[in-house]
């Protein structure tokens, strides 16, 4: 199998080879708390904000809600009178999963910086390395600094320690992402959360997804509300919620957030959102009303859609082993893969139906660098510069994916 593969792709199995040379981990089970009930999902709350995160499908109401909440401040913010004339576009960044390959959409979002023409984004989505730059993205280029460093000077050590030979019996993952959770804390601190809540404020909002495993339920976590609640704990729990969209699932724990529904407390289990969707922008029924003007031939607000895919979106050719393991990595990537795929395709049906101009940013041919282990910094860096050099010459996005 080739070196260069999506988000999560063989990872667990790279992770299990390098494990065999750790020492064996002790024989004791991870232990949980209790999990939320079938019945009582919708209760929990984590700091008890009440638009702190959506579970999809059953709070679409909340979070369309929260849409037309952030259009209000958003109007006011600018000093607009009516969206149709004097409005400026609404401009949306969806940025995906994709591991080390996060290099990618970090290289070009610093090189469309230099560049001149990057806008300033009223959404932004990330999912798993997606949700590491999603804020730096959503605060804009004079935080490009702080965005180049996570992705050009971290190291393997910096996101991961395996363990043990047995950790793939005895314990969560064969991994431990504690490095990781250092390097999220060591960039989002207190000033990046005053910028956070300040850009929701301002009507901006920015979403990071991951996946609840008890209930099986992707799960919308609304990082500028959180930012801007002032509670005590909001830094604490952003850095786990970027932690928890990033923990792919088998190489590295899951987190467990504790949280309570009425007077009782329970635990939630949450991983990389990936395992629901790997890059996500709008729900398609906040523009139902947008779509019915455009069939009756009437305007409708300006609206921009970037999406930065973290990996390749054509077939990726390999001589697969007639191995157990080589054939469930590779179909598990080719699932992956696929998965990636749809789902850009999804969005770009969504936005043109609703009249939104779509534009796709993906790891190319032209790029052929590889890597002999996850997080590799000599590969991040290239990718990164590749990237990087692609944007500030002016890149050029492509307006529906690649058939």
Same mark, same amino acid.
């Given at each position: 199998?080739?070196? *260069?593969?999506?988000?999560? &792709? *063989? ?28 019945? *009582?999902? /919708? ?39 009516d969206p149709l004339v004097d409005a400026p576009p609404y401009r949306m960044l969806g940025v995906s999963g994709g ?16 560049? /001149? ?53 005895? !314990? ?13 804390? *060591? ?12 850009g929701y404020a301002e009507g901006r909002l920015l979403f990071v997804g991951t996946a609840n495993l008890d209930a ?47 007077? !009782? ?64 990595? &590779? ?11 749809? !789902? ?12 939104? !101009? ?46």
């Amino acid at each position: 199998m080739t070196a *260069r593969m999506v988000a999560g &792709r *063989r990872m667990a199995l790279r992770l299990a080879s390098v494990g065999l040379a750790a020492p064996a981990v002790g024989c004791a089970l991870p232990e949980r708390g209790r999990a939320v009930p079938r019945g *009582r999902v /919708g209760e929990a709350t984590v700091l008890g904000i009440p638009n702190e995160r959506f579970l999809i499908p059953h709070d679409m109401p909340k979070l369309i809600a929260e849409y037309a909440s952030a259009f209000r401040r958003r109007q006011q913010h600018l000093g607009f009178r009516d969206p149709l004339v004097d409005a400026p576009p609404y401009r949306m960044l969806g940025v995906s999963g994709g591991g080390e390959d996060g290099a990618f959409g970090a290289g070009l979002l610093c090189g469309w910086s230099a560049q /001149g023409t990057r806008p300033g984004f009223d959404l932004v989505t990330g999912v798993s390395t997606g949700a590491l730059t999603a804020p730096f993205a959503f605060l804009g280029p004079s935080w490009d600094g702080a965005l180049r460093s996570v992705y050009t000077d971290i190291t393997p050590d910096e996101v991961l320690r395996p363990r043990g030979i047995l950790a793939g019996l005895f !314990d969560d993952a064969l991994a431990d992402n504690t490095p990781l959770f250092r390097t999220i804390a *060591r960039h989002l601190d207190e000033r990046m959360l005053r910028a956070l809540a300040q850009g929701y404020a301002e009507g901006r909002l920015l979403f990071v997804g991951t996946a609840n495993l008890d209930a099986q339920l992707p799960c919308t976590w609304n990082i500028g509300a959180i930012a801007a609640s002032g509670h005590p704990d909001a830094l604490a729990l952003i850095r786990r919620v970027l932690l928890a969209s990033a923990a792919v699932p088998g190489a590295f724990p899951p987190v467990m957030m504790d949280v309570r529904a009425g007077a !009782d407390t329970f635990h939630e289990m949450h991983v990389d959102g990936g395992a629901f969707t790997q890059v996500f922008l709008y729900p398609r029924s906040l523009t139902t009303g947008r779509r019915e003007r455009l069939r009756r031939g009437e305007r409708v607000p300006r609206a921009q859609a970037w999406i930065i895919r973290n990996g390749r979106l054509d077939a990726e050719w390999a001589e697969v082993d007639r191995r157990t393991l080589s054939i469930a990595g &590779r179909a598990i990537s080719t699932m992956i893969a696929s998965s990636g795929y749809n !789902d850009v395709v999804r969005i770009w049906n969504t936005t043109e139906r609703d009249g939104v !101009d779509f534009n796709l940013a993906f790891i190319g041919r032209d790029f052929t660098g590889t890597y002999t282990q996850p997080f590799e910094q000599a590969y991040m860096r290239a990718l990164f510069e590749h990237a990087f050099e692609r944007a500030r010459r002016g890149y050029p996005w492509a307006k529906q994916p690649p058939v």
